[in-house]
């Protein structure tokens, strides 16, 4: 009897999640504790099936990839006569894991952008010779998905509190030891192409391998992309890394250069929400661009830079998913969350389909 959902992912998926990018003032009844998307999924099904499905999430906050691969596959290969449904709720790829440390073994290049929300650590800088200030900049304004704020007192007091937040991140992130040295090694190794477009091809080859699993034993596999695979908001010269932000058009580049086989995949996939190149456009599509509303950023009254779906918004999502599944089962594109809604706004990159 497959009577099994299971579901994977970081912060937009995790059971457990608490909205931490708040101000200390923030109402904890809008920080977090509602239902998330695949148990809104899970509801849906049980309901459109009369079955009561039983929900496996393994989502962690801040993991990566490699995280989500790893806990999918492993249900896969205990649970694959049950399993149903397969949710993988896709995040940043750039999020590096280390090999034992599970729980807080996780972190992120973008540590090191230029001009980023954190500073290197010091010690880090005695060790490496990093030359970057301890300077902190704060976008407060004009700064999706910040509102733009006409108190200036508001404004004083939220990038305070930013400040705050970003500090006791980079306690965080000290407190893993030597974690952090073994980042700034990867961010300088991506400044060569060719390891970029390697890590790139695995990511695209393991999303598209647990799909070809599960299509084998009549299991229904869905990636969404929540988070942008590889965007960066700026370059990282100050470390020796990339001379260059990732923006969407070189992010398609990137990947498709990667393998433009796989990325074809990936596109054409029905399964695969968010990377698309129907009619005369490519583009990867993240969920939360479409969703501006849907965030916990989004809430006027009490202002903040969290960046997560709110109650409403892991609501849609999973109506969102459950429409998607009906259209790959039931091939019924009236359920589809791919028209009006969430229209293609980015061209087809010029590095598209070239080697």
Known sequence: MRDLIVASGCSFTDEKFRAASVPKDFPEHLRGGWKMWPEVFKDSLSKADNYKYELINTAVSGVGLEYAFDSLIELFHTNKDRLKVMLWGGTDWLRVPHFTRHKHGWGNIRYFQDDANVHIPKEWEEKDNVQKGAQLTIHVNNTSPWQKLADGKVKVKLAKELKK???????????????????????????????????????????????????????????????????????????????????????????????????????????????????????IRTWSQFNMHDLISSNTEHFNWDGHPNEQGQRKLGNQVFDLYNEIVKGDESYSINHASLKRRWKMSKGFGKK
């Open 165 to 283: 937040y970003s500090d006791d991140f980079v306690e965080k992130i000290k407190s893993q030891e030597n974690f952090g040295p073994y980042l700034l090694e990867v961010a300088r190794d991506l400044k060569d192409i060719n390891k970029f477009h390697h890590i790139v091809k695995r990511c695209m080859n393991r999303i598209l391998t647990l799909k070809e699993l599960c299509e084998k034993e009549g299991i229904t596999f869905i990636y969404m992309t929540l988070l942008p695979p590889l965007y960066t908001g700026a370059p990282m010269t100050t470390v020796g890394g990339l001379e260059y932000a990732i923006n969407q058009e070189k992010e398609i580049k990137i990947i498709s250069d990667a393998s433009i086989e796989s990325f074809k995949k990936m596109c054409d996939s029905k399964n695969i929400w968010g990377f698309d190149n129907k009619s005369l456009r490519v583009a």
